[in-house]
């Protein structure tokens, strides 16, 4: 029984979300024990499971090794580092790494290499630019009491990633964590794909809490939500509302504490129904998301015409562009034409470029979606987040 409601969840929910934006791999699962109401997560992570004192652990950097990436976007003048997890396929097995390039050099450092069966979901850096949390899968055997949770470790790769706090229950699963500009919350996503079942429910329970960094007490923010992200002046936040018994979901807007919650109305010839990844844009009059488009024959995206593919489009991701809708509601419009999945942005820190993990690979673009400009390629199907730091 577990096994099977295990791929109906796998099955919907890869084509309700992943295809649209990051995809959530999910573990088998045990049978789920009970869950008390008083039971909240416990921190673990400490200052100095981190790396100490900021300047001892600055000192402590290691050599982390680079790998040269030619710098074709030369004409762009961009800035600052990005942040992302990539995998490759080595000696039959994948691997991933978080790396971080440097846009000016086209250097890219390694900061944590995953052990072999291990998986990293979603990466999110500190403002501070010093940590980063990760959604992150042990192998197993690693920690039996965790099939995926929220790991901290120096962005600096001075030390391994510590479990943040133990998951309540085996079976309860954390992602998408968001830290609040100010640096004081962690915004995180939890879901448990287990309890309680119900068949007529075609989406998990999803719902989104903060915690104080470091060690303060859960708090819930929104019920049947996902994909939380903050505006730059740190006034709103956007997510994602999901009904759960239909397969389509909303964009909503609330306070950091989220009171006052408003679903911002979509208008238009086309409204994608699933609408994943948003995030504010830079001037915070928009909101930015992933969404499908419209079901046509199949035409070559952006990456296959650059570099020469002819793809038989079998059964892959649904292709899905980014779209762009007043923070006040209205009508919808699409401002790329990748025709990809996997689709996850962050906003340069001058605010002058946004930049997109795709499955077809890392590329930067104008807010208005212009000038669109491949960084890194082969991401070997992986699909991850980017953050664009200073």
Not at 20 to 36: D, F, M
Not at 115 to 144: A, C, F, Q, R, T
Not at 203 to 210: A, T
Request: charged share 15%; with cysteine; net charge negative.
């Amino acid at each position: 029984m577990t096994k099977t409601h295990f791929l109906r969840w796998s099955l919907i929910f890869a084509l309700a979300i992943s295809s649209c934006s990051i995809q959530i791999r999910q573990a088998p699962l045990e049978t789920p024990t009970s869950q008390p109401d008083a039971l909240l997560p416990t921190p673990i992570a400490t200052n100095s499971a981190l790396g100490g004192d900021d300047q001892q652990n600055t000192n402590a950097t290691p050599d982390l090794p680079k790998t040269p990436i030619p710098v074709t976007w030369t004409n762009l003048h961009l800035t600052g580092k990005l942040v992302y997890a990539m995998g490759t396929v080595e000696n039959n097995n994948y691997i991933i790494r978080i790396q971080v390039l440097d846009l000016v050099t086209g250097e890219a450092s390694v900061v944590y290499t995953v052990p072999i069966n291990g998986w990293i979901y979603y990466v999110s850096v500190s403002p501070d630019s010093k940590h980063l949390i990760m959604s992150y899968s042990p192998p197993p055997g690693e920690n039996p009491g965790v099939v995926q949770a929220l790991y901290i470790m120096p962005l600096d790769g001075s030390k391994p990633p510590g479990l943040m706090f133990m998951p309540r229950i085996r079976e309860d699963q954390y992602m998408q964590a968001e830290w609040s500009p100010d640096g004081k919350y962690i915004y995180y996503t939890h879901v448990n794909y287990q309890i309680p079942d119900d068949p007529n429910r075609i989406y998990p329970l999803f719902e989104i809490f903060r915690m104080e960094y470091l060690g303060g007490q859960e708090e819930s923010i929104a019920e049947g939500a996902y994909f939380p992200r903050f505006s730059s002046d740190s006034s709103h936040l956007v997510y994602v509302s999901v009904d759960p018994l239909s397969i389509k979901n909303r964009l909503t807007i609330a306070d950091p504490d989220g009171m006052n919650a408003q679903d911002v109305v979509l208008s238009g010839a086309y409204v994608p129904d699933v609408k994943d990844a948003p995030l504010f844009s830079p001037d915070g009059q928009s909101i930015l998301f992933s969404g499908a488009i419209p079901v046509q024959s199949y035409q070559p995206n952006w990456f296959e015409k650059l570099v020469g593919i002819r793809v038989a489009n079998a059964n892959g991701g649904i292709p899905s562009d980014w779209w762009s809708v007043p923070v006040s509601g209205g009508e919808v419009t699409r401002i790329t034409n990748i025709q990809s999945s996997s689709l996850y942005a962050s906003v340069s820190p001058d605010k002058k470029y946004i930049a997109s993990f795709s499955a077809g690979g890392i590329f930067v673009m104008k807010p208005e979606g212009s000038e669109l400009t491949l960084l890194v390629p082969n991401l070997d199907g992986f699909s991850g987040t980017v953050n664009w730091i200073p």
